[in-house]
């Protein structure tokens, strides 16, 4: 398993990522930061309403590695979509992070159906001002998060650049395969958030046995199974030694028979969210 993928614009993105949602700001943040670095995290995923980025960025600044050596993603939040108000969030979240450019931007959810009459508008808006940052520099890839097929179409439609990444609910109690498979036919890579699912995932039987048969926890063997289906994990932890172990998955491979075990489990222990249901 290689360390690094490779974004539909040619750029190399870390295999894993850690993830910083509910890692409060200030110190805690701060640190994790410093801490998964120190243990071989090179990509750090946070988004606005983390309300974390200054930690987060804090992090960056103490953590030792050249700023070149990382790989940093950000998110707009569904308050600030729309053309120019996607300019000024971009704005105050570089500025919080401390950073010059962003490796990656993400429409964080859709605007959908359910709340809007002109979403697809909305969407397309705020994707323009997406590609202004793009072309300017000022970050070195976009894409989406949340973004079921039928939300990816109509902007994909008025997109004059592909989003790179989409980012999703991905673990094995919940794996949402017709938008992964409609990702990977358009070369868009899927990034997993809460790749560990929920506490019954984690809890899981089946999971628990084969997870011992390669002396590894069902931590590790969920992160390597996102992996091995060509799906960037973002686990998360303020926990050292759980950080430490989260990226302990490159000595391993789960066998073909394990994985199609795993990948028969029904849908179990996901977050509820759905894009086209959501009311924030």
Known sequence: MENYLKLNNDVKIPSIGFGTWQIPDGEIATNSIRIAINNGYKHIDTAAIYN???????GIQKCGI????LFVTSKLWNSERGYESTLKAFKKSLKDLQLQYLDLYLIHWPATANQFN?????????????EKLYNEGKVRAIGVSNFLEHHLEPLMENAKIKPSVNQIEFHPGFKQ???VKFCNDNNILVEGWSPLGRGKVLENKM????????NKSVAQLCIRWALQNNVLPLPKSITPNRIKENFEVFDFEISESDMALINQIDNFGGSGLNPDSIDF
């Open 118 to 130: 002109d979403w697809r508008q909305i969407n397309s808006d705020t994707w323009k001002a997406m």
């Open 177 to 179: 395969n017709d938008c």
């Open 52 to 58: 974390n980025e200054k930690g987060v960025g804090t």
């Open 207 to 214: 999971l628990k046995e084969t997870a011992i048969t390669y």
């Open 66 to 69: 050249e700023r070149k050596e």
